[in-house]
């Protein structure tokens, strides 16, 4: 392929004969080639990418990587691919499910204890919306544990052969295209120290914007502290 030719040019590849006989002996031979002996290609050296994973939660579309979901609900992912040419027929998804994955209890994510399986995609096509299989959140949480969680890569080829790029790496919780994380429910407490409201001597004035806070504490990990903002008003009497 010449150096100079770029994904998505044409070029075609047509044989012929250099040499009829013996070298350099007088011959009477030729070549009888038919110009329609000739393979037509496409040059393609542009990997294929997965552009996003997110994850299904009550109905709507989050990040998959990171996002947290509470035990009793299994986990349904989504993902879109894309390739400049073509995608060939299928991709493979890996998956660790901590709780019957880690199968020496290390607490590591290691590419051995992954599972696959293959998905079809529509051969040819350039940007294609895939949902993986269902995960079972009994298979994520281990019985003993507060959280588990759930790696997933995907690996592939476009149909020029080349290789899945951003699809995560098997067995790095790092650098694999999602970590989910099942956790049992806790509690949630309001500390009561940290109740606030800018009062005048006890008093809410009116026409002034006083503030009210208090600071929220979640088991799952959740901590913020909320501010309810309002105006003060006054009735005569």
């Not at 901590?98 to 051995?112: C, F, I, Q, R, T």
């Not at 959740?222 to 008003?233: K, L, P, V």
């Amino acid at each position: 392929v010449p150096s100079s030719m770029e994904s998505g040019d044409n070029f075609s590849i047509v044989p012929t004969i250099t040499r009829c006989g013996i070298e350099n002996q007088p011959t009477s031979c030729t070549d009888e080639t038919g110009d329609e002996v000739r393979v037509n290609l496409r040059f393609d050296d542009v990997e294929p990418r997965v552009d996003s994973i997110v994850i299904i939660d009550s109905g709507f579309e989050y990040p998959a990587d990171g996002h947290i979901m509470m035990e009793g609900q299994d986990i349904a992912l989504r993902a879109q691919v894309s390739d400049d040419m073509a995608l060939a027929g299928g991709i493979r998804v890996w998956s660790w499910l901590e709780a019957v994955d880690d199968l020496n209890s290390n607490g590591l994510m290691e590419e051995s204890e992954y599972n696959s399986q293959v998905l079809q995609i529509q051969t040819g096509a350039t940007n294609q919306t895939i949902d993986l299989p269902l995960f079972s959140n009994e298979d994520i949480l281990p019985l003993s544990a507060n959280q588990g969680r759930l790696s997933v890569a995907i690996t592939g080829l476009d149909y020029a052969r080349n290789p899945f790029f951003n699809s995560g790496e098997i067995g790095n919780e790092i650098l694999d295209l999602a970590t989910i994380y099942v956790q049992r429910r806790a509690i949630t407490t309001v500390a009561n120290d940290f109740f606030s409201l800018d009062s005048v001597d006890g008093l809410l004035l009116p026409g002034k914007t006083h503030t009210f806070s208090m600071q929220l504490t979640d088991g799952n990990g959740f901590e913020s502290s909320i501010q309810d903002f309002g105006t003060a008003r006054c009735r005569g009497g």
